[in-house]
């Protein structure tokens, strides 16, 4: 039985209502948890994408992408190992105002983790730090030493090193349908 790994699945869409339900279903049938789920449009015009990681095994996740290849819509889907991608996440923080008059620790804090301050109110300052999940989880707990309000962190968002495999799946399509 092979180990469980942190797997990024890229899934190639049309733009259509009850797609992420279908998508999010394809994972709970087999009982997979989805750490992270983020959804955009591509770099190709009437095409979205969906940005999913899983913790599982080599063998799940190729069946979750040859299933997830099955829905109606969906155009074409892969799985990537965090070697092959270059990937963020965005968290924000919202902290009280009075624990930077106090000290300047939690200036040199936000310095420390190049984090950046996104805005200034009487009661809150809201933090933003963008980085891999350990480093914002790092200055979560930093933060909640000190106070916080709220905390939340996007999912994770990756770009491909290798060329977009979709690029190259269109490509061929076209060339079967000339012949």
Do not use: C
């Not at 969906?74 to 963020?88: G, M, R």
């Not at 309000?149 to 349908?177: C, D, H, T, W």
């Amino acid at each position: 039985m092979s180990e469980k790994k942190y797997y990024t699945i890229t899934v190639f869409t049309e733009n259509q209502s009850g797609l992420l339900s279908r998508v999010v279903s394809v994972f709970s049938r087999r009982h997979v948890n989805i750490e992270s789920l983020t959804t955009s449009r591509s770099s190709i015009p009437g095409i979205h994408r969906f940005t999913i990681v899983a913790h599982v095994t080599q063998e799940m996740v190729q069946k979750l992408v040859a299933q997830l290849e099955r829905q109606v819509d969906v155009l074409k889907a892969f799985f990537y190992e965090p070697d092959e991608i270059v990937y963020q996440e965005v968290a924000l923080y919202k902290v009280p105002t009075h624990i930077f008059s106090n000290s300047d620790n939690v200036e040199q804090l936000i310095r420390s983790f190049n984090a950046r301050i996104l805005l200034i109110e009487p009661e809150f300052i809201v933090i933003e730090k963008t980085g891999h999940e350990h480093e914002t989880e790092a200055l979560f707990k930093e933060l909640e030493q000190i106070g916080i309000y709220e905390f939340v962190r996007s999912g994770r968002v990756a770009i491909v090193k290798p060329m977009e495999r979709l690029n190259k799946y269109l490509q061929s399509l076209e060339v079967e349908m000339e012949e």
